[in-house]
């Protein structure tokens, strides 16, 4: 009974290799389909290709300005007058899915993170830097903000920042370790338990001097250059809208100096 299935299919097999052979114009054109058919086929074409069109029209050449940011004290502390920008898209898209991870990895067990600061201007840095070694010991060019590759972090409770829980830091700096991340909690000089980063092993002279992480070969990392490319435009954009701030302090703090004189 097996044999004659299997002969049987043979013979069905071989049927259909030679109906396609004596056919060889079978090509699209020549497939009488209905207006059903057609319809159907040119919807399956939008919905596979429109997305990916839609998203670059939405994004523009602007798309920059709709990242969030955050003001001075927003989490209870001095951090500069220069707004904070506290977008996950502003970061390298790889560094930007562990922090993803780091931030529901901590949900489900029970802890709340708010992102005080993802990418960083040269404008902020600087100010970060005039205001003391417990903000920076980076020069504007040296931190790992400025590429992307940092985030500062908050665990939050009742809408309040944690900022001295070292208990709910300890537990979100093994997590980000876990990740592969280097945990700012780590350093003494200054102890920055809300820095989190991630280089690939480059250091900061290697990063200024232009060279790129190297991500893992994956689907979804296929197209990283490109990101990257844009998100640099994007960073220019912010660096020129910072800068105009940073200026304008310095005109504005001038004149307070001379009105004192007088
Ligand atoms: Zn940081």
Known sequence: ????????GFLVLASLISTAQEKPNLSLESIPYSEYHRQLIQELTVGFYSPVEEKILEAGPEVWRTWQTVENYTFGKDR????????LDALHPYFKDKINTLIAICKSKGIELAIVE????????????????????????????QYGLAIDVVPV???????DNVKLWRKVGAIGEQLGLRWGGRWKNPYDPGHFEWT???????????????VPKLEKYAC??????????YWKAWEAEQSAIAR??????KMNESLSYD
């Open 80 to 87: 500069g007058s220069i707004p904070m920008i506290t977008d």
């Open 157 to 163: 409770i009742d809408s309040i920042a944690q900022w």
């Open 200 to 214: 690939g092993g480059l250091s900061s002279y290697h990063l200024s001097a232009g060279l790129k992480p190297k």
């Open 248 to 253: 304008k302090q310095i005109v504005s703090s």
């Open 224 to 233: 990283v250059e490109e990101e990257l490319n844009q998100l640099s435009e």
């Open 1 to 8: 009974m097996l044999k004659f299935v299997t002969f049987s």
């Open 118 to 145: 993802t990418f960083r201007t040269h404008s902020k840095q600087n100010e970060f830097k005039a205001m003391g070694k417990k903000y920076t010991r980076s020069a504007g060019g040296h931190s790992k903000h």
